[in-house]
Nanobody, 127 residues
Framework: QVQLVESGGGLVQAGGSLRLSCAAS????????MGWFRQAPGKEREFVAA????????YYADSVKGRFTISRDNAKNTVYLQMNSLKPEDTAVYYC????????????????????WGQGTQVTVSS
């Protein structure tokens, strides 16, 4: 089992940047595929970005492609989401998720494919 703790959220002006971190407990972090999702008020949770267990493969939602970058440091048991050129529509609670026993070096884009979730961190982008 793994526990996930997100940090790095906050209030930023449109066009600004934030870096979210997700620290994982446990010694098997490097075997988990990881993802970031977000949920805005009144909306369903949506996929943002994913990274394979090795870090060699990444995948992004069209809405963040070219602005967000997901990465991981397996030595530090941490996955990151660098968010640049932020827009008001990026305002949401951002969640980190982990999938155990991933197939090969795949990325996963739907919430039901993940086994563990963090508590979320609020990101607010003002116009």
């Amino acid at each position: 089992q793994v526990q996930l703790v997100e940090s790095g959220g906050g209030l930023v002006q449109a066009g600004g940047s934030l870096r979210l971190s997700c620290a994982a407990s446990g010694r098997t972090f490097s075997s988990y595929a990881m993802g970031w999702f977000r949920q805005a008020p009144g909306k369903e949770r949506e996929f943002v970005a994913a990274v394979s267990w090795s870090g060699g493969n990444t995948y992004y939602a069209d809405s963040v492609k070219g602005r967000f970058t997901i990465s991981r440091d397996n030595a530090k048991n941490t996955v990151y989401l660098q968010m640049n050129s932020l827009k008001p529509e990026d305002t949401a609670v951002y969640y980190c998720a982990a999938r155990a026993n991933p197939s090969y070096d795949y990325t996963y884009t739907t919430s039901y494919e993940y086994n563990y979730w963090g508590q979320g961190t609020q990101v607010t982008v003002s116009s």
